[in-house]
């Protein structure tokens, strides 16, 4: 691509593309807007992860074509975003097509055991996030949201404004 087939050759393209390549993402993203690597929902971790692969694939290019391609696709995938955002936004029926529901995973200090067997989520790991968040009592938890995005939430302190757990599953109330 650009000296021949020598270690200089193989610096230059590692070097070369992959800086143009995240220029590139980096001029997306200024486009497109910061929504872009939020990672609010499972369909934004997705792209994150995605552009990610797409890069290093960009960055591995042997020839313009591979190289023009990765870059394209990562075009690609932030129109797709953006497209589905804007739906999102409009549509309450495709918003729950697209979107799994967080789920509650601790209740007013109690852990949600059906929850966390249905999210195979491993109660050390439970405890671990509680210790993460500062907890020092579980009495204190009022909710622990398993997230959409697989990140967990800690609600904790005196009181827990409804609002903010209103669409969390909760399987404890399930029968």
């Given at each position: 691509?650009?000296f021949?087939?020598?270690?200089?050759?193989?610096?230059a393209?590692?070097i070369?593309l992959s800086?143009?390549?995240?220029?590139?993402?980096?001029f997306?993203?200024?486009?497109?807007?910061?929504?872009s690597?939020?990672?609010?929902?499972?369909?934004?971790?997705?792209m994150?992860?995605a552009?990610?692969?797409?890069?290093?694939?960009?960055?591995q290019?042997?020839?313009?074509?591979?190289?023009?391609?990765a870059l394209?696709?990562?075009?690609?995938?932030?129109?797709?975003?953006?497209?589905t955002s804007?739906?999102?936004?409009?549509?309450?029926?495709?918003?729950a097509a697209?979107q799994?529901?967080?789920?509650l995973?601790?209740?007013?200090?109690?852990?949600?055991?059906?929850?966390l067997?249905?999210?195979?989520?491993?109660?050390?790991?439970?405890i671990?996030?509680?210790?993460?968040?500062?907890?020092?009592?579980?009495?204190?938890?009022?909710?622990?949201?398993l997230?959409?995005?697989?990140?967990v939430?800690v609600?904790?302190?005196d009181?827990?404004e409804p609002?903010l757990i209103?669409s969390?599953?909760?399987?404890?109330?399930?029968?």
């Amino acid at each position: 691509m650009f000296f021949d087939h020598t270690i200089a050759d193989i610096a230059a393209r590692g070097i070369i593309l992959s800086s143009a390549g995240l220029c590139w993402i980096i001029f997306l993203v200024r486009i497109v807007g910061l929504r872009s690597f939020s990672k609010m929902t499972n369909f934004d971790f997705v792209m994150t992860i995605a552009t990610g692969s797409l890069l290093a694939g960009a960055a591995q290019a042997t020839q313009w074509a591979g190289f023009a391609q990765a870059l394209i696709a990562v075009t690609g995938l932030f129109l797709v975003q953006w497209v589905t955002s804007r739906i999102r936004k409009r549509s309450d029926l495709f918003e729950a097509a697209i979107q799994n529901d967080p789920v509650l995973l601790m209740k007013d200090g109690e852990i949600c055991e059906k929850a966390l067997q249905k999210e195979r989520v491993a109660k050390s790991d439970l405890i671990a996030k509680l210790r993460e968040a500062n907890v020092l009592e579980m009495g204190k938890v009022r909710a622990v949201v398993l997230e959409t995005t697989g990140d967990v939430s800690v609600l904790h302190g005196d009181s827990l404004e409804p609002k903010l757990i209103a669409s969390v599953r909760d399987l404890t109330s399930d029968g």
